[in-house]
T-cell receptor, first 117, second 110 residues
Framework: NAGVIQTPRHKVTGKGQEATLWCEPISGHSAVFWYRQTIVQGLEFLTYFRNQAPIDDSGMPKERFSAQMPNQSHSTLKIQSTQPQDSAVYLC???????????????FGPGTRLLVL | GQGVEQPDNLMSVEGTFARVNCTYSTSGFNGLSWYQQREGHAPVFLSYVVLDGLKDSGHFSTFLSRSNGYSYLLLTELQIKDSASYLCAVRMPNYNVLYFGSGTKLTVEP
């Protein structure tokens, strides 16, 4: 089991450019979560998919951020017109189910470190 | 908002123990998870608790008091390699979204 895979591991963009981050969940996991981690804000929830359907995006900035899950093997987080304040580590996590209990444990990928200059 | 609080730093000595505290005040609760995170790496799952009391998992033990909104992670027989950040996260009833504390950086000294 390769765990959650995220690519790229590091990305540098110029202000105003677009950034697309990829996540491959653990095979068989039906739930995918995106989080953002910064020193100031810590680890913050962004959005969540279950069985590829978007369920909760309450943590997503309403402008410039979007997420998709076109198939069960990958999800993308897209940031348009990136700004320096978007610099963070973006973490993807997956879990096997969301019905409750330890089996809902979220397993994290290594993250994508985004730097916007 | 959802409040999950942890002290920023904790120091202890190899061979002894360390207790990482976490207090929370959230609109819902469906258990609390603890993760270990090393610099530049992903959070690694350690433990999940949903019932009050102490859960002994050997090197790591966790305690929960739901009435007090309080949990701790207890590490015993500390080793230098236990130096890391420890994150607590409240799992919300709606779809099990996690709300994280800022993490406690544990430094284990010789």
């Amino acid at each position: 089991n390769a765990g959650v895979i995220q690519t790229p591991r590091h990305k540098v963009t110029g202000k105003g450019q677009e950034a697309t981050l990829w996540c491959e969940p653990i095979s068989g996991h039906s739930a995918v979560f995106w989080y953002r981690q910064t020193i100031v804000q810590g680890l913050e929830f962004l959005t969540y998919f279950r069985n590829q359907a978007p369920i909760d995006d309450s943590g997503m900035p309403k402008e410039r951020f979007s997420a998709q899950m076109p198939n069960q093997s990958h999800s993308t987080l897209k940031i348009q017109s990136t700004q320096p304040q978007d610099s963070a580590v973006y973490l993807c996590a997956s879990s096997s189910r969301t019905g409750g209990g330890v089996q809902d444990t979220q397993y994290f990928g290594p993250g994508t470190r985004l730097l916007v200059l | 908002g959802q409040g999950v609080e942890q002290p920023d730093n904790l120091m202890s000595v190899e061979g002894t123990f360390a207790r990482v505290n976490c207090t929370y005040s959230t609109s819902g609760f469906n258990g609390l998870s603890w993760y270990q995170q090393r610099e530049g790496h992903a959070p690694v799952f350690l433990s999940y608790v949903v019932l009050d009391g102490l859960k002994d998992s050997g090197h790591f033990s966790t305690f929960l008091s739901r009435s007090n909104g309080y949990s701790y992670l207890l590490l015993t027989e500390l080793q230098i390699k236990d130096s890391a950040s420890y994150l607590c996260a409240v799992r919300m009833p709606n779809y099990n979204v996690l709300y994280f504390g800022s993490g406690t950086k544990l430094t284990v000294e010789p």
